[in-house]
């Protein structure tokens, strides 16, 4: 149930200050209350929150989980990851459509029900999986959709229904520092305090502690700029006269974007990589390491706001969030004066993605938060200097901090004493795929990619995708290579594969895994990645040619050297790695050496031949008779 009335659009507004740049929560609001975003809403929303009706109307058409129209009572989005596809998602959506007589994409004539694709929604060690309304569903099989199929005929609301469909275990198979070792809140807070903020820094410079998003940037090194910056130097001659803000710990307005000392804390939940699920068990059993490490940077850079993107598709994570939070501002450990420390106030607000993978991105992740279109941004400068609300920022992801307050709590040099000397510590892996034991495996640096088949049961693993379809295919004749900065980089994902998939296939998805995420904000992204999608389906028709494995090349390098952000930079990844590993899955389905259309025109006469009863040379096209 929603907490707002349908027609209370002044008292969403309110709930989030009226403040435009929290503009994503109220159209989820909306969304929630209304069941959709109607035309003359965005109008009404554009009036109180005083700002052009294009803009209202930019960030509501920008996100997957926004639509005008009605989705009626259950919009039921079933996970389109390519490991969802491996476990046999296609023939469970048919058969929930056929229990339910509807076709996908079409509202159902009664009006109750509407049943689509979404991109992976942080669920591959429990593939298939679908979120209903937003809440995520685990492990589907044809007893749990006949259970789904037969709520949904009798109207029961989604609070009434059983709670066993919504659990989702966490599947930690090998723990370790993060999720395996006991953490009492404060623990780190309390070392901090005694520590001192620039010793606390030398810790993490020593621990040398890389960023866990992938990239590896080094943490010490951001957080250290980020505390010398000021954001008033920056935007003086960039921006208008200042604007007010609502204080960050629902205090008094402050005039934040010349404060010159707003500092924020952000934390990217948004893990939108398919087959990445390592933030959501943090999150879900040790959300109080996560927050701890946030408060230990809040400390460290002088923030009292620090603001969580989670991902729309851990809905269901909100509440239990929301609730470890209160407790934490009971004990002292968030809001004023922290564990009695006098001036060191610092509080911690969740925000709600709406479905886009882009915003995994630290810019475009910004820009949501600042109510939005997910684009990325034009960088430098960076956000460290220039981040949210245009001030200095901290951007991390999950397990960065989940570490952070580690070194807090027990020093650098523990931290170090695992991994490798460039790739210290632990690192979070998400195995799903052909494995007889998918789930999280918390491993130290420097671990061979066969070490994990092993210990996942993966005996007859053909391919690896490593860090996801932006990251690494590797083969068989690569499990020797090591999970660290220096060899294997990767944000947690680990797709494996055995001798019965077909690569192409694997590569095919996650062409139209881009093509559908691209933001659209460059021409080379936007055309690149559609051009990608629409051959590799040429390709499978049977239709494909030299010629066309030579254009996804050229593609290639312009997305390389021409695409805005990392998302393009990317995108071809797949396919050109697989061609190169796995030439075969290509050679096969090769018609000519030379081009040939992906339309048969001379084909598409042949309904017509039929009719008419004619096969001679002149019911064909000249040269294919």
């Not at 996908?104 to 979120?131: C, F, H, N, W």
């Not at 850079?301 to 620090?306: C, E, L, S, T, Y």
């Not at 709406?354 to 995994?360: E, K, M, P, S, T």
């Not at 690569?478 to 294997?488: G, N, Y």
């Given at each position: 149930?929603?907490?707002?009335?349908?027609?209370d659009l002044p008292g969403i507004v309110?709930?989030?200050?009226?403040?435009?740049?929290?503009?994503?929560?109220?159209?989820?609001?909306?969304?929630?209350?209304?069941?959709?975003?109607?035309?003359?809403?965005?109008?009404?929303?554009?009036?109180?929150?005083?700002?052009?009706?294009?803009?209202?109307?930019?960030?509501?058409?920008?996100?997957?989980?926004?639509?005008?129209?009605?989705?009626?009572?259950?919009?039921?989005?079933?996970?389109?990851?390519?490991?969802?596809?491996?476990?046999?998602?296609?023939?469970?959506?048919?058969?929930?459509?056929?229990?339910?007589?509807?076709?996908?994409?079409?509202?159902?004539?009664?009006?109750?029900?509407?049943?689509?694709?979404?991109?992976?929604?942080?669920?591959?060690?429990?593939?298939?999986?679908?979120?209903?309304?937003?809440?995520?569903?685990?492990?589907?099989?044809?007893?749990?959709?006949?259970?789904?199929?037969?709520?949904?005929?009798?109207?029961?609301?989604?609070?009434?229904?059983?709670?066993?469909?919504?659990?989702?275990?966490?599947?930690?198979?090998?723990?370790?520092?993060?999720?395996?070792?006991?953490?009492?809140?404060?623990?780190?807070?309390?070392?901090?305090?005694?520590?001192?903020?620039?010793?606390?820094?030398?810790?993490?410079?020593?621990?040398?502690?890389?960023?866990?998003?992938?990239?590896?940037?080094?943490?010490?090194?951001?957080?250290?700029?980020?505390?010398?910056?000021?954001?008033?130097?920056?935007?003086?001659?960039?921006?208008?006269?200042?604007?007010?803000?609502?204080?960050?710990?629902?205090?008094?307005?402050?005039?934040?974007?010349?404060?010159?000392?707003?500092?924020?804390?952000?934390?990217?939940?948004?893990?939108?990589?398919?087959?990445?699920?390592?933030?959501?068990?943090?999150l879900n059993s040790h959300a109080d390491?996560?927050?701890?490490?946030?408060?230990?940077?809040?400390?460290?850079?002088?923030?009292?706001?620090?603001?969580?993107?989670?991902?729309?598709?851990?809905?269901?994570?909100?509440?239990?969030?929301?609730?470890?939070?209160?407790?934490?501002?009971?004990?002292?450990?968030?809001?004023?004066?922290?564990?009695?420390?006098?001036?060191?106030?610092?509080?911690?607000?969740?925000?709600?993605?709406?479905?886009?993978?882009?915003?995994?991105?630290?810019?475009?992740?910004?820009?949501?938060?600042?109510?939005?279109?997910?684009?990325?941004?034009?960088?430098?400068?960076?956000?460290?200097?220039?981040?949210?609300?245009?001030?200095?920022?901290?951007?991390?992801?999950?397990?960065?901090?989940?570490?952070?307050?580690?070194?807090?709590?027990?020093?650098?040099?523990?931290?170090?004493?695992?991994?490798?000397?460039?790739?210290?510590?632990?690192?979070?892996?998400?195995?799903?795929?052909?494995?007889?034991?998918?789930?999280?495996?918390?491993?130290?640096?420097?671990?061979?990619?066969?070490?994990?088949?092993?210990?996942?049961?993966?005996?007859?693993?053909?391919?690896?995708?490593?860090?996801?379809?932006?990251?690494?295919?590797?083969?068989?004749?690569?499990?020797?290579?090591?999970?660290?900065?220096?060899?294997?980089?990767?944000?947690?994902?680990?797709?494996?594969?055995?001798?019965?998939?077909?690569?192409?296939?694997?590569?095919?998805?996650?062409?139209?895994?881009?093509?559908?995420?691209?933001?659209?904000?460059?021409?080379?992204?936007?055309?690149?990645?559609?051009?990608?999608?629409?051959?590799?389906?040429?390709?499978?028709?049977?239709?494909?040619?030299?010629?066309?494995?030579?254009?996804?090349?050229?593609?290639?390098?312009?997305?390389?050297?021409?695409?805005?952000?990392?998302?393009?930079?990317?995108?071809?990844?797949?396919?050109?790695?697989?061609?190169?590993?796995?030439p075969d899955a290509y050679e096969k389905?090769?018609?000519?050496?030379?081009?040939?259309?992906?339309?048969?025109?001379?084909?598409?006469?042949?309904?017509?031949?039929?009719?008419?009863?004619?096969?001679?040379?002149?019911?064909?096209?000249?040269?294919?008779?």
């Amino acid at each position: 149930m929603s907490d707002y009335d349908v027609c209370d659009l002044p008292g969403i507004v309110a709930r989030w200050n009226n403040d435009p740049a929290n503009l994503v929560q109220i159209l989820r609001n909306v969304q929630e209350s209304c069941g959709t975003i109607p035309s003359d809403t965005l109008d009404q929303l554009a009036k109180l929150l005083g700002v052009p009706r294009v803009r209202i109307e930019a960030t509501a058409s920008f996100y997957h989980f926004f639509h005008a129209e009605s989705h009626g009572a259950y919009e039921i989005l079933f996970s389109d990851n390519i490991i969802d596809h491996m476990a046999g998602k296609e023939a469970l959506k048919r058969y929930l459509c056929e229990r339910l007589w509807l076709e996908p994409r079409k509202l159902s004539e009664d009006g109750l029900v509407y049943v689509d694709d979404t991109a992976d929604i942080g669920l591959a060690d429990q593939a298939p999986s679908m979120l209903v309304n937003g809440h995520a569903v685990p492990s589907l099989d044809h007893s749990r959709l006949d259970l789904i199929a037969e709520l949904i005929r009798n109207k029961k609301p989604l609070a009434d229904w059983p709670p066993m469909l919504f659990e989702i275990p966490d599947n930690i198979r090998q723990g370790g520092p993060l999720t395996g070792e006991a953490f009492t809140p404060g623990a780190a807070l309390l070392a901090t305090i005694a520590r001192g903020t620039d010793e606390t820094l030398a810790e993490l410079d020593a621990a040398n502690l890389r960023g866990r998003g992938g990239a590896g940037f080094k943490t010490a090194t951001k957080w250290a700029s980020c505390r010398k910056a000021e954001g008033e130097s920056l935007l003086r001659k960039h921006a208008g006269p200042p604007q007010v803000f609502p204080g960050p710990l629902g205090g008094e307005p402050s005039e934040a974007r010349f404060s010159g000392g707003a500092h924020y804390v952000v934390c990217n939940a948004d893990e939108g990589e398919p087959g990445t699920f390592k933030d959501r068990v943090l999150l879900n059993s040790h959300a109080d390491l996560v927050f701890e490490g946030m408060t230990v940077c809040a400390r460290v850079i002088g923030a009292k706001q620090g603001l969580v993107y989670l991902r729309g598709e851990y809905r269901n994570l909100l509440e239990k969030l929301k609730s470890v939070l209160a407790r934490r501002r009971e004990k002292g450990l968030l809001g004023k004066n922290i564990l009695g420390e006098a001036g060191f106030d610092f509080d911690i607000e969740i925000h709600l993605g709406a479905g886009a993978y882009i915003c995994g991105e630290e810019s475009a992740l910004i820009e949501s938060l600042e109510g939005k279109p997910g684009k990325p941004r034009n960088r430098p400068p960076f956000p460290d200097r220039c981040g949210y609300r245009n001030q200095p920022t901290v951007v991390n992801n999950v397990e960065t901090f989940a570490c952070a307050a580690r070194i807090a709590e027990r020093g650098g040099a523990v931290f170090a004493a695992s991994g490798t000397p460039q790739s210290t510590g632990s690192k979070l892996i998400s195995v799903s795929g052909d494995c007889a034991r998918p789930g999280i495996y918390e491993v130290p640096f420097g671990v061979t990619v066969r070490q994990i088949l092993i210990e996942c049961g993966a005996e007859d693993a053909h391919a690896v995708q490593v860090s996801g379809p932006s990251g690494t295919c590797i083969s068989f004749r690569e499990f020797d290579r090591r999970i660290a900065f220096e060899d294997l980089p990767t944000a947690g994902a680990f797709m494996v594969f055995s001798r019965e998939r077909d690569m192409f296939e694997v590569a095919r998805n996650f062409t139209h895994f881009f093509a559908h995420e691209s933001c659209g904000f460059c021409t080379p992204c936007r055309v690149g990645t559609s051009l990608l999608r629409n051959t590799m389906d040429k390709l499978a028709a049977g239709k494909g040619s030299a010629y066309d494995m030579n254009e996804m090349k050229n593609i290639m390098r312009i997305l390389q050297d021409m695409a805005h952000c990392g998302l393009g930079h990317t995108a071809a990844n797949p396919v050109v790695q697989t061609m190169e590993k796995f030439p075969d899955a290509y050679e096969k389905r090769l018609k000519k050496l030379d081009f040939e259309p992906a339309f048969d025109l001379d084909g598409a006469l042949q309904t017509a031949r039929l009719i008419t009863g004619r096969d001679d040379e002149w019911a064909h096209i000249a040269g294919e008779p």
